[in-house]
């Protein structure tokens, strides 16, 4: 499904560090540590991942609002954390958008939610004055928020959370950008919204040269949209595979664990097939940062940094367990 | 209008909200909407975005922003009318009898405070000085929904959004209320995370007895998860039913049974998710007589005209629907 041809945007060995004080020996959290994937023009790319394994840091450095340590962020092959400045042009905005996780924060309290999207239109030409409210209208109920008059006119703090989430995503929509990072979009939306965004993302896919980053913790939002997913722990990517490879036969260990926790019917009392504990991001130890947790791990593991394997074509894994296709 | 409860037993419960409504300006976005909670039960809370989930529980427990009022109906927390209560009073309640874990964890934290500061904060306006100093009481609460204890010196900025989310809950458990009020604690958390710290919650509410409102899109989660289930749609509540009833496809209303449908099947389950069609109904200009009548396949000429009451239809479950004969089977959604 994924068309051939340079990618749309490639992330290569990105690392991007908070320093946190502390004395007497300032400490570093390294928050993305040697990421890189490719995302093909008209493709939509999943990053799913532990909380705190830096999905939203990698979507703020694509969109230029985080500034990164090494590594490059090629947008047609430009590296764009050399070309672009801090929180970036208008022109990179305009063809990059993000969608925040927290809508609560990410709305401009000052504005009813058609006010941007207006803006939009009408920037880009693609609306006249007195086209543009009918436009606006037609934006906000492709994201379900009806009746679109009465919701073009509220003002964010009059929105549900869900309510909220749709307004940003209608918000960078209307841009029309060659590449939506969309962080967490449909978190807080019932299954059945859910699905008509996730069908508003695959159009955009089909389109062929648009592509989509979807951040989510849904491995079945995933599974019904995504091309490819990456999976991310501590700041590393574990798998980057073909979403169907990857959600269906996981070869990583933290992947199969995800799967696992993804099954209902366990029973919630029940403890997950993994030891328990959180990675330590602040002072990484040489080894697999899934090692404390894995149920499979051996003293290499915890030794020796594991190699990235290729286990099937274009299916990557990093685990001393994997074996090459 | 209002629709009252007819099982009547407030008195046994730890929580009793009978009748309340909530007014936007001209907007009742929660209309005559009851439910009871028992200690150490867990109510699980569903309803379509915007249909009023969160206003209902801010209004129940005071903790609606301007310009969202109560305009009517009852509150009542261990017997205590919540409704009648003053600022003094409701201080004395919220974190100590009480805590919710609102939506949206980003806003809810004060953002020039670091993580150890919003447990200090809640300690002392309780008077509550913990055993062992507050830093080492938040990083044991910390730890328990798997954070590392050096983000107690970290700002909420610095930290993810399941990270912030997490704060939240833990400062909801800080004072280990009776009852604890989650509204979508787990939209910014992994598969992962989010098990680790649902075996936590009910480890904790085996061993304390705290009772919880959960609410989640996840339908899948509360049928495990909670002991019964109350669905609002539009404002409304149109059923509320023991999670078990629910599971065993016992669910009633047609909205109920649409939720139901549109989950995705579990592995080796032979069945197509079904989205529920049409447009989500808008408590600024609702539909008439049932809510739900214009995207129900089994309404029938009532339904436009008249709202359904809420009906006892079995042990601890209601609904709100003209069409469901009680003591019958249920419509199929979808069928004629
Ligand atoms: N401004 C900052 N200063 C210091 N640390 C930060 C900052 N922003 C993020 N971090 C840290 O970077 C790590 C990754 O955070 P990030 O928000 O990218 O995670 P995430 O994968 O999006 O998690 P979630 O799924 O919980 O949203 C976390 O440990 C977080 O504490
Ligand atoms: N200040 C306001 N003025 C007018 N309407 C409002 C206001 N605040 C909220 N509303 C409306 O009240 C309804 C209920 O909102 P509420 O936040 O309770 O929904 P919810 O069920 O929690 O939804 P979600 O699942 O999306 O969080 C929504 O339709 C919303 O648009
Ligand atoms: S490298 Fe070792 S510890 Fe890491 S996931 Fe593979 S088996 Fe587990
Ligand atoms: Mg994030
Ligand atoms: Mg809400």
Known sequence: MTPNGPPLLSVEHLHIAFPLGGWPKRRTLHAVRDVSFNVARGSIVALVGESGSGKSTIGRAIARLQAARSGAIRLDGVDVLQTEPRAASIAYRRRVQLIFQDPFASLNPVHPIGHPIARALLLQDRATPQTVAAQVERVLESVGLTPAADMAARFPYALSGGQRQRAAIARALAVEPDLIVADEPTSMLDVSIRMDVLALFRRIRDEGSRSVVLITHDLASARIVADRVVVLYAGQVMEDGPAESVLSHPQHPYSQLLAAAAQRGGGLREPLPAHPGAPEVIDPGPGCPFAPRCLKATATCQSTPPPTVSVRSDHLVRCHLAESA | ?336
């Open chain 2, 1 to 336: 209008m209002t629709e009252r409860d007819p099982r009547g037993d407030p008195a046994s419960a730890l929580l009793a909200v009978d009748a309340l409504s909530v007014d936007y300006g001209p907007v009742r976005a929660v209309d005559g909407v009851s439910f009871t909670v028992r200690r150490g039960q867990t109510l699980g809370l569903v309803g379509e975005s915007g249909s009023g989930k969160s206003t209902a529980v801010l209004g129940a427990l005071r903790l609606l922003p301007a310009p969202g009022v109560v305009t009517g109906g009852s509150v009542r927390l261990a017997g205590a009318e919540l409704l009648d209560l003053d600022a003094a009073g409701l201080r004395n309640i919220w974190g100590a009898q009480v805590a919710l874990v609102p939506q949206g964890a980003l806003s809810s934290l004060n953002p020039v405070l670091r993580v150890l500061d919003h447990f200090a904060e809640t300690f002392t306006a309780h008077g509550v000085k913990p055993e062992g100093g507050v830093r080492a009481c938040a990083a044991a609460l910390l730890s328990r929904v798997g954070l590392d204890p050096v983000h107690l010196d970290s700002y909420p900025h610095a930290l993810s959004g399941g990270m912030r989310q997490r704060v939240t809950i833990a400062l909801g458990l800080a004072l280990n209320p009776p009852l604890l009020v989650l509204d979508e604690p787990t939209t910014a958390l992994d598969v992962v995370v989010e098990r680790d710290i649902l075996r936590q919650l009910l480890a904790a509410q085996d061993a304390s007895g705290f009772a919880m409102v959960f609410i989640t899109h996840d339908v899948a989660l509360l049928l495990e998860l909670a002991s019964a289930i109350a669905v609002m749609y539009a404002g409304r509540l149109v059923e509320r039913a023991p999670s078990e009833v629910l599971a065993a496809d016992g669910a009633l209303h047609p909205y109920t049974r649409g939720l139901l449908a549109a989950l995705p099947p579990s592995p080796g389950e032979a069945r197509l998710p079904v989205s529920i069609p049409g447009h989500a109904a808008s408590v600024a200009d609702p539909p008439s007589g049932c809510r739900f009548h214009p995207r129900c396949a089994s309404a029938i000429d009532r339904c436009r005209t008249e709202a359904p009451a809420l009906r006892v239809a079995g042990p601890d479950h209601v609904v709100a629907c003209h069409v469901v004969e009680l003591g019958v089977s249920s419509p199929k959604p979808g069928a004629p």
